[in-house]
């Protein structure tokens, strides 16, 4: 990793810098140094004295937000200009007392390559131990019963291992439900790198210490064991255990990352970027990866306007951003809260996603007075797609069946409802008042999809009779046949959009 230093010492002479770190420091007077040319990649920037703006604005794209550390007193009484600069950039107020410390947490805080993947729970075994009857809920949860007081006993272990290198710290975050009458225990064993036998760790985390994501830092490299133990009365549900590289309080996968949780330990995750603090704010939601992490960094970062990332890591690759009303609720406040730290309007928000990520732009933008919705390759029926899947879509895409069978969402009444009920439901709120309200809609669909072939005509057909503005392109193929035409077709639409909305509002 490159590290940047910009202040009135060279801390490189006096610190150990780790392994693998390059560092480059540029007086705070010298205005040549602060050549970009000369500088090159930066992953992360270190500013303990006071500079001169130019000169942070002449450096200013290397730097991307989250990874500018600022000294406390640097930090606290900016100028305006200043301080807007820090804002662009999220910059951190940093204690600088202990610099070698510090020096030596940058490579495990702030390294380039974001990783994040699951144990999937195809990948147990229930414990010969357990007499109870267990039996799978699709790809969602190995159930079971518990019926013993006492001991803790093995319930279920993880027949594949975590690879762990010592050099990144792993954070490991065990999904499952149960009832209040049981009590459960995820136990942790280090298998030390060239050894079959060697335990190098071994840990119980209880059920308080796994309210947190448990984060796993030792100096030996190898291989984790996972297990749960259990005791009590009452059913257990164990969803696949996420790991991802930790960077121990710096944000999740990318720096400035943000995780949603809610009590039955689903999650999601967002990212900010400020870009130039200036409308619309432009909301990305990603589609469907089994890989965790974020989507689109780099197109919408091109836009230059501030934008958040959102992605869902449940199920194989994304449950399609619906959960209970508390997870939802939490992601509508983190939407909420950005749109007014920025001092926007609903009508100041552009909604965007692909596929499974048109869905989350759809049904959360049609909560707010966006400005705009884009969406492609849209899906908008999910009992559909999982009813279409015996004959135009065999053995494909089997995630849509844990949906909709596994349903954990509420009628208005709070009644238990269906992927149907709900669909019925959400279409009946887009044909009422205000429906989508001003909010335009883009989309670009494929003609033949295997997925919901109908989700474009869905959508017209909520919003006949109304004002509301569609723009849509279709493409001949399946789902996933013309990839490449589909995003063309969204960025070029973004930016008309944006460009568009620039104009009126500068009333040009």
């Known amino acids: 990793m490159r590290v940047l230093q910009i202040g009135r010492d060279d801390w490189s002479a006096a610190a150990r810098i780790p392994s693998g770190v390059a560092w480059e420091f540029v007086h705070v007077d010298d205005e040549i140094g602060f050549d970009p040319a000369l500088i090159g990649r930066v992953d992360v920037t270190i500013l303990d004295a006071s500079c001169d703006l130019r000169n942070l604005q002449a450096v200013g794209k290397l730097i991307t937000p989250h990874t500018l550390l600022v000294e406390p007193g640097v930090r606290a009484d900016p100028s305006e200009d200043h301080a807007r600069f820090f804002a662009q950039k999220a910059a951190l107020a940093q204690d600088m007392d202990d610099r070698q410390g510090l020096v030596d947490q940058l490579p495990r805080r702030y390294f380039a390559k974001p990783f994040g993947q699951k144990l999937e729970i195809r990948r147990t075994e229930v414990s010969p131990l357990h007499a109870s009857r267990a039996w799978y809920e699709g790809n969602a949860y190995l159930a079971t019963d518990v019926d013993h007081d006492g001991d803790f006993r093995q319930l279920m272990m993880w027949k594949e291992n975590i690879l762990y290198e010592n050099h990144r710290a792993l954070e490991l975050w065990p999904e499952y439900v149960k009832d209040e009458g049981c009590e459960i225990q995820l136990v942790v064993q280090l298998i030390q790198n060239g050894t079959s036998d060697v335990i190098s760790f071994h840990r119980t985390y209880s059920e308080a210490e796994l309210a947190e994501p448990i984060v796993i830092s030792h100096e030996s490299s190898g291989y984790l064991s996972c297990s749960i133990f259990a005791r009590g009365h009452g059913r257990v549900k164990v969803g696949p255990i996420h790991y991802r590289h930790s960077r121990e309080g710096a944000g999740h996968f990318l720096p400035g990352g943000r995780r949603i ?86 009508e100041d928000v552009i909604f965007s996603g692909l596929s499974m990520g048109s869905f989350g732009a759809l049904y959360y933008g049609s909560q707010f007075r966006a400005h705009a919705i884009i969406a492609g390759k849209p899906i908008i029926d999910l009992a559909y797609v999982a009813e279409r899947g015996r004959l135009v879509r065999p053995q494909e895409f089997l995630t849509i069946l844990d949906i909709v069978n596994f349903w954990n969402k509420a009628d208005e009444d709070g009644a238990p409802s269906t992927a149907d009920a709900f669909t019925r439901a959400l279409l009946e709120r887009w044909r009422g008042e205000p429906g989508f309200g001003d909010t335009k809609i883009l989309m670009s669909y494929m003609q033949q999809d295997d997925y919901d072939d109908a989700a474009y005509y869905t959508l017209l057909e909520s919003q006949a009779g109304k004002a509301t503005e569609v723009i849509a392109r279709g493409y001949q193929g399946r789902h996933n046949d013309d990839s490449p035409s589909i995003v063309a077709w969204f960025a070029g639409q973004f930016r008309r959009v944006i460009d568009e909305y620039t104009e009126a509002r500068n009333g040009e």
């Open 261 to 346: 949780v809610d009590s039955r330990r689903e999650e999601l995750f967002t990212y900010f970027h400020p870009g130039d603090l200036t409308p619309p704010l432009n909301i990305y939601f990603s589609g469907y990866r089994p890989a965790e992490g974020f989507e689109g960094y780099f197109m919408m970062a091109g836009l230059g306007h501030p934008f958040l990332l959102i992605t869902d890591p449940r199920l194989e690759g994304g449950r399609f951003y619906l959960a209970g009303d508390e997870l939802e609720g939490r992601l509508h406040e983190v939407i909420r809260e950005h749109i007014d730290a920025l001092g926007f309007r609903e």
